[in-house]
């Protein structure tokens, strides 16, 4: 058996006992932190990704290294967040298996770097089907299957996109679409008792993940002149601000984003102009 990991975390460990999570994506990267933070409090999660061998190697990792006491608590399932029925299934299967769910974390997403003019319509479609669309129809089961009857608190993790997003068009438009569907989720939904936010991290956190998405180490370094805090970010503190929003210290807010970018979206952009043709 792999040995314990040392998870920590700033809130008090027993903060979701009995409390039952959704996180898409959760085996890597930022959602990885995210379960890992959930686990860590006391909550039971389940963790869904298109790519089943990686989700169960994930699940796997983690069952023996953060809760190798409870390995249980940690469930895992495939799902395309892009298919009305593998989301239908999610939901239906996570309250199979656990009962209820208190929260959902979308965090699925994906996205290549490519100037807006060389975007095909199938690259562009695949991108908005799976961060936006994707997104929707997660807010949109949950709630018709549970939370509308039993109130709950979703997170939908954005991007820094203040400016623009060069380079990402697709996933830029996608999530500003997200951050507004924030909004119209909270209104529409705060009667039944469940609370809507995003989260926006910079473009500058390392993960593990990430550098090997993209095959270099050294990928977020080139930013480190324009982040104000002068040090990349890491997951854990995309993921103790998920844990914030979702626990009731955050009762009050909904409809809002969060960014976790140390006043990055504030200073200048890393992106070049190109000189005209
Ligand atoms: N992560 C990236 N793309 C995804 C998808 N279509 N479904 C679930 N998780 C994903």
Known sequence: ???????????RKSLFKGKVAIV?????????????????????????SRNIERIQKAAEEMRSTVVPNKPTNLAHMQCNIRKEDNVKDLISSTLKQFGKIDYVVNNGGGQFPSPASNISVKGWNAVIDTNLTGTFIVCREVYNQWMEQNGGVIVN??????????????????????????????????PDGVRVNSVAPGSFIYSETAAANYGDSKIFHHMLDVVPVKRLGTP??????????????????SGETVKVDGAASLHNTKYEIRVSK
């Not at 203040?162 to 569907?181: C, I, Y």
């Not at 854990?236 to 009050?252: G, T």
Request: aromatic content about 6%; glycine content about 10%.
């Open 24 to 48: 898409t994506g959760g085996g890597t990267g930022i959602g990885k932190a995210i379960t890992q933070e959930l686990l860590h409090l006391g909550c039971k999660v389940m963790i869904a």
């Open 1 to 11: 058996m792999a040995a314990a990991v040392k998870v920590s975390s700033v809130f």
């Open 236 to 253: 854990e503190e995309v993921s103790s601000c998920v844990c914030y929003l979702l626990s009731p210290a955050a009762s009050l807010i």
């Open 157 to 190: 993790i954005i991007a820094d996109m203040w400016k623009g997003f060069p380079t990402m068009s697709h996933t830029g438009a996608a999530r500003a679409g997200v951050d507004n569907l924030t909004k119209t989720l909270a209104i529409e939904w705060a």
